[in-house]
């Protein structure tokens, strides 16, 4: 099955800064590639996501990369502000036409004012 | 956007109770409803897929007759854990999609927690 390794696990950066955070995946055959924002105590916020027939996405300061030779995906996070803080995970989905989305381990992003 | 509501949001209870957390779409028939706990600081992990209609498949080392899920209608999913026990204390939270979509849509989670 498909597995998801995310990196870093916690990341701390000056508000203003960019943040980037990196995935890979072990499913060749996987083809949607969504990341998620989760503030403690609740649901996954859908933030970005990207399809294997593209292979960057960007929505004003977030933007995500894809590379299927290599099997990895990372979200960049431009002009960072203290309310980006939260927990982001990067997931993998598609591999067996289940929709199923396997979770990275999340990474934890501190903007520091 | 579709909506997916998940009660209840927390719950508590004693130790060989059993629990039931339902799944509603609001306003899309879910064709594939997926079940997730996440431990604290950790990420989510899949428990198990449910289709309308059809037994759900268990990911590898989750028991099914512990989390009984049952997917009658295109529009709720339940999870029961059956006889809790405080190694079950968890953040439950599902997620639904329909045909041709693989985008999902989460539910707003539970926090249970087994004295």
């Known amino acids: 099955g498909e597995n998801v390794e995310q990196h870093p696990s916690t990341l701390s950066v000056q508000e203003g800064d960019s943040a980037v955070i990196k995935c890979t995946y072990s499913d060749s055959a996987s083809n949607y590639f969504p990341w998620y924002k989760q503030e403690l105590g609740k649901r996954p916020q859908l933030i970005i996501d990207i399809r294997s027939n593209v292979g960057e996405k960007k929505d004003q300061r977030i933007a995500v990369t894809l590379n299927k030779t290599a099997k990895h995906f990372s979200l960049h996070i431009t002009e960072t502000q203290p309310e980006d803080s939260a927990v982001y995970f990067c997931?993998?989905?598609?591999?067996?036409?289940?929709?199923?989305?396997?979770f990275g381990s999340g990474t934890r992003l501190l903007v520091r004012p | 956007g579709a909506v997916v509501s998940q009660h209840p949001s927390w719950v508590i209870c004693k130790s060989g109770t059993s629990v039931k957390i339902e799944c509603r779409s609001l306003d899309f028939q879910a064709t594939t409803m997926f079940w997730y706990r996440q431990f604290p600081k950790q990420s989510l992990m899949l428990m198990a897929t449910?289709?309308?209609?059809?037994?759900?498949?268990?990911e590898q080392g989750v028991e099914k007759d512990k989390f009984l899920i049952n997917h009658a209608s295109l529009t709720l999913s339940t999870l029961t854990v059956t006889s809790a026990h405080p190694e079950d204390s968890s953040f439950y939270i599902c997620?639904?999609?329909?045909?041709?979509?693989?985008?999902?849509?989460f539910g707003s989670g539970t926090q249970l927690s087994v004295l």
């Open positions: 997931a993998a989905s598609g591999g067996d036409s289940s929709y199923k989305l396997i």
């Open positions: 449910s289709n309308e209609g059809s037994k759900a498949t268990y």
């Open positions: 997620s639904a999609t329909y045909r041709g979509r693989e985008k999902l849509f």
